[in-house]
């Protein structure tokens, strides 16, 4: 019986021993695998940047924290079902190992959480990745200069070992995208994301993408949505981009010239370093700061957006400007040699309402109504001084059914009519039309007519001269042509005693031929009886 007893002590401790045995082995077994989840995390998201970016990394910290779980319950379930928090800071992927272009992606902070069942699986999944603080630069696009190159240790990974890590969703706040110019003397062009959300389909396909991010000038927040990548490691500005925006209180103002505040919606496809844009915009109160009278503006528009060189082309450009319509094309360009870019359009409306024009370029009300066709260039070159000084503008003008709004311009232009048709002293010619067409260049704030003509019933004008906007004054000669002869457009006896003149006046077709001159202001034109130097080419 004591022998019984004996062995069953033996065989229960025996047990005992054993089982402590395995459960310090489980407990042991448990506390290495928690030790080897950091450095195995750490050194696959490396390995997956690497691959993903074709690029050196670099990773300051990164912290692994395991929830409370019973080392004998965590590997009996092998991980399944524990949640870890990876904090990471610090990351900094350099595209190519190149040192002389800033990193392809710099981010501060980042966390995520993984499944530890999933970790040593040949395809990871994380459900999601918050990033705060995080820099995209786009390098130039072009062949890198290999000799910047820096050889990687690959730690044996090769492409036929690329990492599997589907990252569902990426959610970035307080973030930037540079895009560096192919000139290291230019400004890059920076925009402020302070949202982004990327959802993927996986490796090697787009994701799915929503931002809100501050455009520069003018400044105003940009929400986007659309399709972003696959991403172009062996050219990361060759990205695809695309999406649909709405850009709204986009305070003009941040021109040195131009006021108001835009809206805009459309759509875009392209690349990051090239995009194509389709929308339109409106601009209620659009007015220039000299003048300060706002006219609503509207355009429809498609433009080439070169990150590369800053250069914006226009497609022509549909537009309204109060209720006249126009068309332009031309663009933003930086020519060779200039480290700042020059505006150079094409304008053409074939019958604008040129009170909107004169609305908006005037400080006083505008002076004439009518219809307006203008064909015109319009040329700002780099922007070293204010705008309205180095608008350069170069065209044709023609306005029909023209009348002044100024009673005392435009009594001198009925009184003009009345005398050029031999009628002195009818007062029922009144209100009468003009016609205008020029011929013009605009350079520093004046405008040199080369050729400018005026008609209106009974009388016609060619002149040649400038008009200063800066200051308000005109300065003209050329001819005045009346189909009255000389006598007839006078009364009383003055009309008899100037009959013996009527021929030395009728010449080159008309029945009056005098040289005039213009000058004064818009507000109080002088006109007078030119007795300087004939000009031929007012005849």
Do not use: C
């Amino acid at each position: 019986m004591r022998s019984r007893r004996r062995r069953a002590w033996l065989i229960a401790g025996a047990l005992t021993v054993l089982i402590a045995a395995i459960v310090g082995g489980l407990i042991v077994s448990g506390s290495i695998l928690r030790k080897r989840f950091e450095p195995y995390i750490r050194a696959q998201a490396v390995s997956y940047l690497r691959e993903r970016f074709d690029s050196d990394v670099e990773l300051s910290g990164l912290n692994v924290r395991i929830p409370s779980v019973s080392p004998i319950h965590m590997l009996l379930a092998r991980g399944q079902g524990t949640l870890a928090r990876v904090d990471g800071s610090g990351l900094i992927v350099r595209w190519r190992g190149r040192s002389d272009v800033p990193p392809v992606l710099e981010v501060k902070n980042f966390s995520f959480y993984v499944d530890l069942g999933t970790v040593f699986n040949s395809r990871k999944v994380v459900n999601q990745v918050v990033i705060d603080g995080m820099e995209i630069t786009i390098p130039p696009k072009g062949d890198p200069d290999p000799s910047q190159s820096v050889a990687r240790n690959d730690g044996g990974n090769s492409k036929s070992d690329a990492i599997n890590v589907d990252i569902r969703e990426l959610v970035a706040r307080n973030s930037k995208l540079v895009v560096m110019p192919r000139i290291k003397a230019k400004t890059p062009l920076v925009f402020d994301i302070s949202y982004l959300r990327l959802d993927s389909a996986g490796n090697g396909f787009s994701m799915n993408y929503e931002a809100v991010l501050t455009n520069p000038k003018p400044v105003g927040l940009v929400h986007s949505k659309g399709n972003f990548g696959p991403w172009d490691a062996a050219e990361p500005g060759d990205t695809r981009l695309d999406g649909n925006y709405s850009f709204d209180h986009a305070d003009l103002s941040s021109f040195s010239s131009i006021a108001g505040i835009l809206s805009s919606t459309g759509d875009f496809t392209g690349t990051l370093s090239a995009i194509i844009a389709k929308g339109k915009a409106f601009v209620p109160d659009f007015r220039l700061k000299s003048a300060g009278h706002p006219v609503p503006l509207s355009t429809n528009f498609e433009v080439l957006v070169d990150g590369g060189n800053g250069n914006t082309i226009l497609k022509p450009v549909r537009a309204k400007l109060g209720s006249t319509q126009f068309t332009t094309s031309g663009g933003v360009i930086r020519k060779n040699g200039d480290l700042q870019r020059s505006i150079a359009l094409d304008i053409s409306m074939p019958a604008g309402n040129l009170t909107d024009l004169l609305r908006l370029a005037m400080r006083s009300s505008p002076i004439m109504e009518g219809q307006i066709a203008l064909k015109s260039k319009i040329v700002i070159p780099p922007l070293t001084s204010k705008v309205k000084e180095k608008l350069m503008l170069d065209g044709q003008f023609s306005i029909s059914s023209g009348r002044f709004l100024r009673p005392e311009i435009q009594s001198k232009i009925d009184s003009l009519s009345r005398r050029g048709q031999g009628q002195p002293k009818n007062e029922e010619i009144t209100q009468v039309f003009s016609r205008m067409v020029g011929d013009f260049r605009m350079d520093n704030q004046t405008i040199a007519f080369r050729s400018l003509t005026f008609d209106t019933p009974g009388a016609g004008v060619k002149l040649a001269g400038t008009y200063n906007l800066a200051e308000d004054t005109m300065d003209f000669h050329g001819s005045l042509g009346l189909q009255a002869k000389v006598s007839q457009t006078m009364t009383g006896w003055k009309r008899w005693a100037l009959k013996p003149a009527d021929p030395f006046f009728a010449k080159n077709g008309v029945g009056t031929f005098l040289r005039i001159r213009i000058d004064g202001n818009s507000k109080s034109p002088n006109f007078g009886l030119d007795h300087g130097k004939p000009d031929s080419s007012a005849e």
